[in-house]
């Protein structure tokens, strides 16, 4: 049963502790994104990787930090200078990269910051 | 600064009739767009897509208009089912480029 995983489905810290949100895929896709959701406003793009050990700075990557060493494998820490860390966090796959490709989500994660 | 703006956050229609979800956009640059499904606990699906140089586009129920000059696109669902009952984003792309622009959503609710 292919598809993308995050875990976990909520997520609480206190401020100034970094977080690590987890994205697994079994899809064998190349790329995959990470995107942030706020209320009231559309999906935008923190970070994306095209293929493994390589990743590029999205709209909003400031604050966050990913690594990409397995190709199924995608995760995205929130540090502690980002400003405004609580928000819905999704992650998505495509078998290659560019908009021409597909994106599959995962069921996201919400982080909460106190 | 929003590029994709959906200025309704939710719509209700009747079974069977049509559901009209529209979408603006500020960036002229913008060539490709997309429509996404997300039911509630899911990931947002990829419902249909128009290229900037077709203005209108047909998938079964779904069909996507493009009207460049507006600047404006729409997705009709005829006829809309209780299944259909989702939030609606569109997103749009320049180019071959990773970074799409997502609108906030437009929450569909098709009553029996």
């Known amino acids: 049963d292919g598809g993308i995983t995050q875990s976990p489905k909520y997520l609480f810290r206190k401020e100034g502790q970094n977080v690590t949100l987890s994205c697994e895929q079994n899809?064998?896709?190349?790329?995959m994104y990470w995107y942030r959701q706020d209320p009231g406003q559309g999906l935008r793009l923190i970070y994306y990787?095209?293929?493994?050990?390589?990743?590029q700075k999205g709209d909003i990557a400031e604050g966050y930090s990913v690594s990409r060493e397995k190709k199924e494998s995608f995760p995205l820490t929130v540090t502690s200078a980002q400003k405004n860390p609580t928000a819905f966090y999704l992650c998505?796959?495509?078998?290659?990269?560019?908009?021409?490709?597909?994106?599959?989500f995962g069921p996201g994660t919400r982080l909460t910051v106190t | 600064d929003q590029q994709v703006k959906q200025n309704s956050p939710s719509l209700s229609v009747q079974e069977g009739r049509i559901s009209i979800l529209n979408c603006d956009y500020t960036?002229?640059?913008?060539?490709?767009f997309l429509w996404y499904k997300k039911y509630p606990a899911e990931g947002p699906t990829f419902l249909i897509s128009?290229?900037?140089?077709?203005d209108k586009n047909e998938d079964g129920r779904f069909t996507v208009f493009l009207n460049k000059s507006a600047k404006h696109l729409s997705l009709h669902i005829v006829p809309s089912q209780p299944g259909d009952s989702a939030v609606y984003f569109c997103?749009?792309?320049?180019?071959?480029?990773?970074?799409?622009?997502f609108g906030a959503g437009t929450r569909l609710t098709v009553k029996p």
């Open positions: 899809l064998n896709h190349d790329a």
């Open positions: 997103a749009a792309s320049v180019g071959n480029n990773n970074d799409m622009r």
């Open positions: 960036n002229s640059m913008f060539d490709y």
């Open positions: 128009i290229s900037s140089i077709k």
């Open positions: 990787s095209q293929i493994v050990n390589d990743f």
């Open positions: 998505a796959s495509s078998m290659g990269a560019g908009i021409l490709y597909e994106q599959y």
